[in-house]
């Protein structure tokens, strides 16, 4: 079956893939999610004095902190960074769908063909999907072969959201880490189980739903809980509600939750198409007039999450947040897709609960919006309760709300986390993304009475009175009637940001004393390419971070791999310089190469005299 090869065998690789380049460097690239060079200082700073005590945390023993983020959604959008630029362009990622994804259904009968052109084919997909980079993780191309993309996937990006809190993958081992995955798509399994005369020993776990949070756990040998969570369309959220319960209850000191989706198959678009749930053109027009239904989109979200008292004395950066969360089910309704607005505001008001907070302190909501004629109308009525017109006369002025699904699909499975690291950014930046391919407010919602107000235009958060944070709401529900509620507060900063004189050349703070930067990789023949990612980082997004705070996090906050190298620089000037000559495999006296045999460490003492 060549369309079965195509996603098993072409794009395994055991050099990086586009998406794994900052991965595999060990540099601060994958630190800097936001455009502000104070973000990532937050990170970097850890041995300066921490500034919490002039901040009113609330309950630090009962809130929890989110302290890394990382994602692979369509439009190109591989870290929420790149992501936010899309949101606040009213990026659309929706378009065609490549024909080898259908191929072995077209060639299993003649049939088939027929159906295949009735059934959508239009949604939002992630390029390159079956890329892989197994070398980064020793894996076997024989294995990865047998691995559901989506296990990729979520490896990586578990990685990639370790690193962005700021802490070693190689310091989890043997740890009490948990994983918490949400996942409801076997397409891949479906696909390569059903080719009996190529079955392998691998391809059981290697298929199974359970096998994606148990994949993140055996390579990074992490041994709490590890959970596979189908709550459909809320399982990623439901995913974030147990993590957060795990670490509350102290099953586990620090929890990887998220949600991962790959469309690989037509059997779920065909039974979504004969439901009227998907959209003629696989596009989403969240409270739009024309809604129709929804586009299938792929691809996965994750955040790290551990006790804010822990991140505090840790010295984490902390991106939001969470104050509280709640799962409950539609019950018995007209049909078991059909959503219930009452269950939907109960859920929403038992996560107010948890947060101990008001609904008039929530000033937007990461709406559901799925787009469908009776999704929208429905969940507007039961979020109008809570947050809109429910919530006066202490609610001034409207409730802001937004979807991110119109941007990259419904994720399905991975759509809650999604909405919820939106949700973080809109905290952190303070300002509403314009709503994607909203032209006509959807006429069947009350916007002129329910006090819910989606942005046409990026929209600044309300004023708060002084010493209050803003906080936001997400809301995720599942097809099968699981309803879930998330509500975030910002997080002011854990440490100081330094205020640098802006007349001094970006690329000349000097140093009175001779400053290492380390670089390492599995592979040897990888250093010279995280050589120039560090370098073009130190150009670009990283110009306006201290140096120092740069090493400090490359030494401790960063995995060491076995090949490494270290340039010895006194300026931001002299160590681009020093990289670049790197990436061109030169040596030069500043710059050291060598590689470990996980010895640990070892101290000299060369006697006195």
């Not at 989506?150 to 993958?169: C, H, K, N, Y």
């Not at 809320?234 to 998220?258: D, I, K, N, Y």
Request: charge should be negative.
């Amino acid at each position: 079956m060549d369309g079965t090869k195509s996603l098993l065998s072409d794009t395994i690789k055991t050099s990086p893939s586009s998406t794994a380049s900052t991965r595999s460097t060990g540099s601060p690239p994958v630190i800097g999610l936001s455009s502000s060079a104070a973000d990532s200082l937050l990170l970097t700073s850890v041995d300066g004095d921490s500034s919490s005590e002039h901040y009113d945390y609330g309950d630090d023993d009962q809130d929890i902190a989110i302290i890394g983020m990382a994602c692979r959604v369509p439009g190109g959008n591989n870290s929420p960074a790149r992501l936010w630029d899309y949101l606040m362009n009213r990026g659309d990622a929706s378009g065609d769908m490549a024909a080898f994804r259908w191929e072995p259904y077209r060639a299993r009968h003649p049939h088939n063909a027929d159906t295949l052109a009735r059934t959508t084919s239009k949604g939002y997909y992630v390029d390159n999907i079956a890329d892989f980079d197994a070398g980064f993780f020793a894996v076997s191309p024989r294995k990865a072969e047998q691995m559901d993309p989506q296990q990729r996937i979520a490896l990586e990006v578990a990685w990639e959201a370790l690193e962005d809190a700021g802490i070693s993958p190689q310091r989890l081992s043997g740890t009490d880490t948990s994983v918490y995955m949400g996942v409801n798509s076997d397409d891949y399994g479906k696909l390569v189980l059903e080719d009996l005369p190529h079955v392998g020993a691998h391809m059981g776990v290697g298929t199974a739903y359970c096998g994606i949070p148990g994949r993140i756990s055996y390579l990074l040998n992490l041994m709490g809980p590890s959970i596979a969570i189908d709550a459909a369309c809320a399982a990623s959220l439901v995913a974030v509600h147990q993590a957060r319960q795990a670490v509350l209850a102290g099953e586990t000191h620090l929890a990887l939750a998220g949600g991962v989706n790959a469309l690989l198959g037509p059997g779920l678009t065909r039974a979504l198409d004969e439901a009227g749930a998907i959209s003629a053109d696989g596009r989403c027009r969240s409270f739009d007039d024309s809604a129709s239904g929804y586009g299938r989109g792929e691809g996965a979200g994750l955040v790290v999450l551990k006790r804010l008292s822990q991140a505090l004395a840790d010295g984490d950066r902390i991106h939001a947040l969470l104050k509280g969360s709640a799962v409950l089910a539609d019950g018995k309704t007209l049909g078991i897709m059909a959503p219930n607005p009452v269950a939907q505001q109960m859920v929403a008001e038992k996560a107010l609960k948890e947060a101990r907070v008001s609904a008039e302190s929530i000033v937007y909501v990461e709406a559901h919006a799925t787009s469908t004629p009776i999704g929208d109308p429905s969940e507007m009525e039961a979020l109008a309760r809570v947050y809109g017109d429910g919530a006066r006369p202490a609610r001034a002025e409207p409730c802001l709300v937004g979807s991110i699904k119109a941007n990259i699909g419904h994720l399905e499975a991975g759509a809650g986390v999604m909405g919820l690291i939106k949700a973080v950014m809109v905290l952190q930046k303070g300002v509403v993304p314009p709503q994607a391919n909203l032209y006509t407010l959807n006429r069947k919602i009350p916007w002129e009475t329910n006090m819910l107000k989606p942005c046409t235009e990026p929209t600044a958060l309300p004023r708060l009175h002084a010493g209050m944070r803003p906080r936001a709401a997400v809301a995720s529900y599942g097809y099968s009637g699981t309803v879930s509620h998330a509500i975030l507060e910002a997080a002011p900063p854990s440490y100081p940001i330094h205020i640098h004189d802006d007349t001094t050349n970006k690329h000349d703070d000097k140093h009175e004393t001779m400053v290492n930067l380390c670089l390492s990789a599995p592979q040897e023949s990888r250093l010279p390419a995280a050589a120039a990612s560090l370098a073009h980082w130190l150009e670009t997004e990283g110009s306006d971070v201290p140096l120092d705070d740069v090493a400090t996090t490359l030494a401790s906050r960063r995995g060491h791999h076995k090949f490494r190298a270290t340039i010895t620089a006194e300026s931001k000037s002299e160590a681009i310089l020093l990289l670049q000559r790197l990436s061109q495999n030169r040596d030069g006296p500043f710059i050291s190469r060598g590689s470990s045999t996980g010895t640990g460490v070892v101290w000299v003492f060369s006697g006195h005299g």
